[in-house]
């Protein structure tokens, strides 16, 4: 019963380079959602997909930041043009269900943790 | 909007020591509350939740009671073990989210034998 996957567990990049994240979803899992974690802080949302949607993208910054969910594969991440203070873990997280925050029924991932030289 | 404010880690405890996270949080009407855990290598699992006012959750020994008059939801657990070691969140939906959590910054626990 394999959980959320995500990969790689760390990735260093230059800046200026591009970072792409991967979340593979529980089995059954259609909603996928994105949050990252700045030193020192909590988990910030970033953005919740279905398969080939975006349905919020209200916590990712405007430029450089794109996500997707396409009908067969992961769901993606990807940061353009990397700075140092993108430098952060990138949590993923599934559900079966829409609504999963109000029953706590998000299902994390370890997480990816990004360093940016 | 919503918040939720956690104390500050870490937190460094003796096997078999009690233990008190405290969590309060701001919030408009009474939403669902929650404590994820992070053990080593791991990611976020859901440890327990209080769905209304006066609700207690548990879960392995961790125990935390959704008080409305204070606005505090603290995790307690009687007597620590080793392998509690791990990453506390709090976290909370937004007022206008079913799908969105609001996380605390995390309470890093370490139990030494």
């Known amino acids: 019963n394999a959980g959320v996957m995500q990969n790689p567990r760390h990735l260093v990049r230059r800046r200026g380079q591009e970072a792409r994240l991967r979340c593979s979803p529980m089995k059954g899992h259609s909603h996928v959602y994105w949050y990252r974690q700045l030193p020192e802080e909590g988990l910030k949302f970033m953005v919740y997909?279905?398969?080939?949607?975006?349905?919020?993208e209200s916590g990712m910054p405007k430029e450089r930041f794109s996500a997707e969910f396409p009908k067969e594969g992961p769901s993606i991440l990807r940061i353009q043009q990397v700075v140092r203070g993108d430098s952060a873990a990138y949590f993923c997280?599934?559900?079966?269900?829409?609504?999963?925050?109000?029953?706590?029924?998000?299902?994390f991932g370890e997480g990816s943790r990004l360093t940016v030289l | 909007g919503n918040s939720v404010t956690q104390m500050e880690g870490p937190v460094t405890l003796s096997e078999e020591a009690f233990l008190t996270i405290n969590c309060t949080y701001t919030?408009?009407?009474?939403?669902?509350l929650f404590w994820y855990v992070q053990y080593p290598g791991e990611g976020l699992q859901l440890l327990l939740k209080?769905?209304?006012?006066?609700d207690k959750g548990s879960n392995k020994g961790f125990e935390a009671t959704y008080r409305k008059e204070t606005t505090s939801f603290h995790l307690e657990k009687g007597s620590v073990q080793v392998s509690d070691s791990a990453v506390y969140f709090c976290a909370l939906p937004p007022m206008d989210s079913s799908y969105k959590l609001i996380f605390g910054s995390g309470t890093r626990l370490l139990v030494r034998p």
């Open positions: 997909l279905q398969k080939e949607n975006i349905i919020d």
């Open positions: 209080a769905t209304k006012a006066d």
């Open positions: 919030a408009t009407g009474y939403p669902s």
């Open positions: 997280a599934s559900s079966q269900i829409p609504g999963a925050a109000n029953t706590g029924e998000l299902f």
